[in-house]
């Protein structure tokens, strides 16, 4: 099995935090540029923010969520994770993570690889 998991979506108030994941499990992702992915309902899925394969850790970051969501990678636990703070109600949604081989910069050139997605619902 080559496979993606999101993980660490949940209800959070506004202003909060979450942590979620993306663990691969048949591949290593260390060899991967990833990208994640969100998808509100009725809206097209929004590519938010990326991360190199290579050792220079470049990162992207669509503009609503810079300075709010922060994305790293443990290549030892084959996870890559996006840390998001401050979190407003326009960032509910289904969160996605995707591994492509081939980069354009920091993001994938082609997404080879797609997690399931995590809910992610900000209220209060």
């Known amino acids: 099995q080559q496979q993606l998991v999101e993980s660490g979506g949940g209800l959070v108030q506004p202003g909060g935090s979450l942590r979620l994941s993306c663990a691969a499990s048949g591949f290593a992702l260390d060899y991967y540029t990833i990208g994640w992915f969100r998808q509100a309902p009725g809206k097209e899925r929004e590519k938010i923010s990326c991360?190199?394969?290579?050792?220079?850790?470049?990162?992207y970051y669509t503009d609503s969520v810079k300075g709010r969501f922060t994305i790293s990678r443990d290549n030892a636990k084959n996870t890559v994770y996006l840390q998001m703070n401050s979190l407003k109600p326009e960032d509910t949604a289904v969160y996605y993570c995707?591994?492509?081989?081939?980069?354009?910069?920091?993001?994938?050139?082609?997404?080879?690889?797609w997690g399931q997605g995590t809910q992610v619902t900000v209220s209060s």
């Open positions: 995707a591994a492509g081989w081939v980069a354009t910069g920091p993001c994938p050139a082609e997404n080879d690889y």
């Open positions: 991360i190199s394969s290579s050792n220079d850790g470049s990162t």
